[in-house]
T-cell receptor, first 111, second 112 residues
Framework: TQLLEQSPQFLSIQEGENLTVYCNSSSVFSSLQWYRQEPGEGPVLLVTVVTGGEVKKLKRLTFQFGDARKDSSLHITAAQPGDTGLYLCAGDQNAGNMLTFGGGTRLMVKP | DTGVSQDPRHKITKRGQNVTFRCDPISEHNRLYWYRQTLGQGPEFLTYFQNEAQLEKSRLLSDRFSAERPKGSFSTLEIQRTEQGDSAMYLC??????????FGPGTRLTVL
């Protein structure tokens, strides 16, 4: 059983559509990160959320940390083909030690 | 480029051979992490260093795996007597203590 469950695992949408990816856990995290990974490359950090209820925006991407710091969501508005990739959430339980990753959401945005 | 670098990017080896990977962290970062990622999965933690001290090891890190960071700068990950199940992407990340982790491009290992 994974500590962090991501859903959906796969998502294929048309350019211009909106989507939401969820990251859920029964554990509390001191912080949660979202990464994006291209095939054959390492994960690239998108955002870190720390405070329960926190909302952060990065252009068309909106990240939210749950009030209890157990879950998070990533919402993309008007998706573009360049958003295609593997989105990973990762939780930090010990303020800077190991990260626990979810299984990832593979997003494909068709033109 | 001042990001995390890893070498080699790809390694193909035969079962039973030993392999060694290198990671150079962001220069001012005192923490260095190793993760393993198999196809279709998220990365899994292997071990991490603060300066030259190895502070935590996952149970995934069997006796055939050893990691070092002798001078608190670059790190090496060695796998002895490789098995087909070791085939994966090996990722290195670095951070300041308590800070965000930044990943390198990874080393893709294929064991035939």
């Amino acid at each position: 059983t994974q500590l962090l469950e991501q859903s959906p695992q796969f998502l294929s949408i048309q350019e211009g559509e909106n989507l939401t990816v969820y990251c859920n856990s029964s554990s509390v995290f001191s912080s949660l990160q979202w990464y994006r990974q291209e095939p054959g490359e390492g994960p690239v950090l998108l955002v870190t959320v720390v405070t329960g209820g926190e909302v952060k925006k990065l252009k068309r991407l909106t990240f939210q940390f749950g009030d209890a710091r157990k879950d998070s969501s990533l919402h993309i508005t008007a998706a573009q083909p360049g958003d295609t990739g593997l989105y990973l959430c990762a939780g930090d339980q010990n303020a800077g030690n190991m990260l626990t990753f979810g299984g990832g959401t593979r997003l494909m945005v068709k033109p | 480029d001042t990001g995390v670098s890893q070498d080699p990017r790809h390694k193909i080896t035969k079962r039973g051979q030993n392999v060694t990977f290198r990671c150079d962290p962001i220069s001012e970062h005192n923490r260095l992490y190793w993760y393993r990622q198999t196809l279709g999965q998220g990365p899994e933690f292997l071990t991490y260093f603060q300066n030259e001290a190895q502070l935590e090891k996952s149970r995934l890190l069997s006796d055939r795996f050893s990691a070092e960071r002798p001078k608190g700068s670059f790190s090496t990950l060695e796998i002895q007597r490789t098995e087909q199940g070791d085939s994966a992407m090996y990722l290195c990340a670095s951070s300041l203590a308590g800070g965000e982790q930044f990943f390198g491009p990874g080393t893709r290992l294929t064991v035939l």
